[in-house]
Nanobody, 128 residues
Framework: EVKLVEAGGGSVQAGGSLRLSCTAS????????IGWFRQAPGQEREGVAC????????YYRRVVKGRFTISKDNAKKTVYLQMNGLEPEDTGVYYC?????????????????????WGQGTRVTVSS
């Protein structure tokens, strides 16, 4: 059974930082890609970043590029999302998800694939 567990959410002021983690089990970690998504209140879920766990290729949503960094620790089967310079617009529930591929990067924007396995989410609140 594929299992993804997120941790690290919390409340910070604008300009602050958080590091989210996503620990995976139940599948060959090096074969899949792990993505981070977020859903703000009343908004659709959107892809934020993704990393291909086999070769380490990364994808970022344009609005987080330069502020967020996705990384992985294959030995711990964990993917991290370091979020710096947080803005109130970054508020939402953050989910990690796994699938074979991250998606595509086109016209300076990341378009995620339809991910099949999801975690329960961790809440991030950024106050102004």
């Amino acid at each position: 059974e594929v299992k993804l567990v997120e941790a690290g959410g919390g409340s910070v002021q604008a300009g602050g930082s958080l590091r989210l983690s996503c620990t995976a089990s139940g599948f060959a970690f090096g074969d899949d890609s792990i993505g981070w998504f977020r859903q703000a209140p009343g908004q659709e879920r959107e892809g934020v970043a993704c990393i291909q766990t086999d070769e380490g290729g990364t994808y970022y949503r344009r609005v987080v590029k330069g502020r967020f960094t996705i990384s992985k620790d294959n030995a711990k089967k964990t993917v991290y999302l370091q979020m710096n310079g947080l803005e109130p617009e970054d508020t939402g529930v953050y989910y990690c998800a796994a699938d074979r591929r991250c998606g595509v990067f086109y016209a300076d924007e990341y378009y995620p694939t339809d991910f099949g396995s999801w975690g329960q989410g961790t809440r991030v609140t950024v106050s102004s």
